[in-house]
């Protein structure tokens, strides 16, 4: 029994590796990021921009993204996309975005606070996260979000935006979720946290553990969002 656990274990890992190795190999294409065009976006290379366009308004000018850490490189290309406020889940714009603040000087970090996989988002961030969304929209703005390799807290986050404000099902939900990530067999709990937040955009009861619901307080959201 315990072998065969074992065996099972190394396939689910030898699964994972193989994804990324064949990951490893693409490039972002020049052309792609600078016509920001791309439907459905393409795998993710280690080291490489996890960035996709995650909604646009044509009219308005107004997108918005998911995506990972920058490196200098990097933040020459979210210039280039247009992109002038970014959210960092991972509290980490001190090691990316500020020290490489003159590749991209519009770009301004408008939060910046570690948020944990293990722990659900609040109403509180929610709430304020929406009213960035919508005077990005109004004002016709490029914003984005990241955390470190774009795939877990941006993968949540990602989730609930396409929940909230584009209407797309629990299911396409999480098939992004696992489409954008790695690894995402040891995060069984953002797909619980998601089916969570599914309930809260539909103004229902938690239907998961408490544990993976929508928390109430967030005493550690201040940085420049709004609510300091």
Request: overall charge positive; charged content about 25%; hydrophobic content about 35%.
């Amino acid at each position: 029994m315990m072998k065969s656990l074992t065996l099972t274990f190394f396939l689910l890992i030898l699964t994972q590796f193989n994804t990324v190795q064949a990951n490893e190999s693409y490039e972002l294409p020049q052309s792609e990021i600078e016509e920001k065009g791309w439907g459905a976006p393409p795998p993710w290379k280690w080291g490489k921009l996890n960035t996709h366009l995650v909604d646009q308004d044509v009219r308005t000018g107004f997108e918005i993204y998911r995506t990972s850490r920058p490196s200098r490189q990097d933040m020459r290309t979210l210039c280039k996309l247009g992109i002038t406020e970014m959210m960092v889940l991972s509290g980490t714009a001190e090691r990316h975005e500020l020290r490489y603040a003159e590749e991209c000087p519009t770009l301004k970090v408008i939060y910046n606070e570690p948020q944990n996989t293990t722990t659900p988002v609040s109403s509180k961030f929610l709430r304020a996260f929406d009213a960035w969304v919508e005077g990005a929209r109004h004002d016709g703005k490029k914003i984005a979000f990241r955390c470190e390799c774009g795939c877990h807290r941006t993968g949540r986050l990602a989730a609930y935006y396409q929940m909230k404000h584009q209407g797309v099902s629990l299911e396409q939900a999480t098939a992004d979720l696992t489409r954008y990530g790695q690894w995402m067999i040891f995060y069984p709990h953002i797909y619980k946290q998601v089916q969570a937040l599914h309930d809260y955009v539909q103004g229902r009861a938690c239907s998961t553990r408490r544990k993976h619901c929508v928390r109430e307080e967030d005493s550690g959201l201040a940085y420049e969002f709004g609510l300091n």
